[in-house]
């Protein structure tokens, strides 16, 4: 065990780039967003100082509305498409793709104040406060347009969980136009049986084309972007990341900003209703442009509880959810319910483990002392990292690694939770 934590250090250490880490070498050479959100937490675990330095070289990057983008292009890499050119934004300081991820930094500053006695850390977290203000007031205000309580995202890849099946009905509404001809290089890295289609990329690919047209205006991307689709993974990670940046408010002493974040949380605790689904007793996506609910459920439905949405109902479903589900799979949590038709457990979000995710859903069930469940969580992620490395994602089946290796962010997971 003693081997595995000094083998994911070093592959934090190999992955950075002086002050940020790259998700993994070839496939994803570039800052990622909440990539980096959880590196710092594997950083904290051994050097507190370059935890901080991650995420604050991520908001270098943020925008002047307030967006901090999905990816930074620090430097060019032809090793990844589609990079800075095909984007063509101009929104921040960092050549930077055009939309955001799902925002786990209020999370994950929190946690590193709280770790930390020496009161260092309270200074850093006060620096980026406004900040995390601006980027959770531009998430409201851009991808809640009518102030309901639930997020949108405007591409797949803003989900951060990029060929989920949820997206598959709004994503093939999407026409397919002004894309020309271009070359994939992830599935020059990586098996292509693990990665999305070439459906889905032209797709990927006209969406942005589509709010390039608009020049990336976030207002006119709300209004007209072909996709726009209500997640509750980004509602749930958002609505959790609003009460750990109301604590930081209240140890800062900022009580106005205390106040607007009360506000935001009661809007996002009623929106959070509307992607209630009764007949398959869990919260799930919903289109905005064609109005209807997706029918599975994924592993974000059960972040509810991360999200401090623990009334009797869900609590009650979702944990016959899970263990109907570790019925059904050897290791949890798969990222698509294994009873739904359109999953598959080697598909990078249809079917596969991903470390994170198992970490913040058993941070939910923890919360609200279901250890059992948690320990369940943090034990398969253990045993599939002990027995297959540190791999991108893992099928809850086999357990066998797929995606991207030496992966920073199940690395940075092994040593802040799960070893
Ligand atoms: C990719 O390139 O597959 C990334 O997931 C986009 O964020």
Redesign the pocket.
């Known amino acids: 065990i003693a081997e595995l934590d000094q083998t994911a250090r070093s592959i934090l250490i190999e992955n950075d780039q002086g002050g940020y880490t790259v998700p993994t070498k070839g496939l ?1 050479p570039y800052q ?1 967003n909440w990539d980096s959100v959880f590196v710092a937490l594997g950083f904290a675990t051994f050097d507190q100082d370059r935890a901080w330095r991650e995420i604050e070289m991520l908001f270098e990057g943020q925008w002047h509305d307030g967006m901090v983008p ?2 930074l292009f620090r430097k060019d890499d032809p090793s ?1 498409f589609p990079g800075p050119s095909v984007w063509g934004t101009s929104g921040g300081q960092i050549p930077s ?1 055009g939309h955001s ?1 799902p925002p786990v930094a209020a999370t994950v500053i929190r946690d590193l104040v709280e770790a930390d006695t020496s009161g260092k850390s309270e200074d850093r977290a006060a620096a980026l406060f406004p900040n995390l203000m601006a980027w959770h007031r531009w998430f409201l205000a851009y991808r809640d347009p009518e102030g309901e309580g639930l997020l949108a995202v405007i591409h797949p ?1 803003e989900s ?1 969980r ?1 060929n989920l099946p949820d997206w598959d009905d709004a994503l093939r509404a999407v026409e397919v136009k002004d894309i020309g001809p271009y070359e994939r290089k ?1 599935t020059s890295h990586v098996d292509p049986a693990m ?2 289609h070439k459906e889905d990329y032209d797709r990927y690919l006209s969406i942005m084309a589509a709010c390039r047209k608009v020049g990336w205006d976030p207002a006119e991307v709300a209004r007209t972007c072909p996709f726009f689709v209500a997640d509750p993974g980004v509602t749930f990670i958002f609505l959790r990341a609003c009460r750990d940046l109301l604590v930081l408010a209240e140890r800062l002493g900022k009580d106005t900003d205390a106040d607007e974040i009360r506000g935001w949380i009661t809007r996002l605790e009623r929106g959070a209703k509307i992607l209630w689904q009764d007949n398959l007793q869990a919260h799930v996506a919903l289109d905005r442009r064609s109005g209807k609910h997706t029918n599975g459920i994924s592993s974000a439905s059960f972040l509810a509880l991360y999200a401090g949405l623990a009334d009797q109902q869900t609590l009650t479903a979702l944990c016959g959810h899970f263990d109907r589900i570790s019925d059904k799979v050897r290791y949890l949590m798969p990222s698509y319910d294994p009873d739904h038709e359109s999953y598959e457990p080697l598909r990078y979000w249809r079917g596969p483990v991903w470390a994170m995710i198992n970490y913040m859903i058993a941070r939910g069930f923890a919360e609200i002392g279901d250890g059992v469940r948690a320990d369940k969580l943090r034990r398969d992620t253990a045993s599939l990292i002990e027995t297959n490395g540190f791999a991108e994602y893992f099928s809850p089946e086999t357990g066998a690694g797929a995606g991207g290796g030496t992966f920073s962010w199940t690395a940075a997971i092994w040593l802040t939770w799960a070893s």
């Open positions: 994803y990622w999905h990816i990844y793709s991820q890849w951060g990029d992830d990665r999305p």
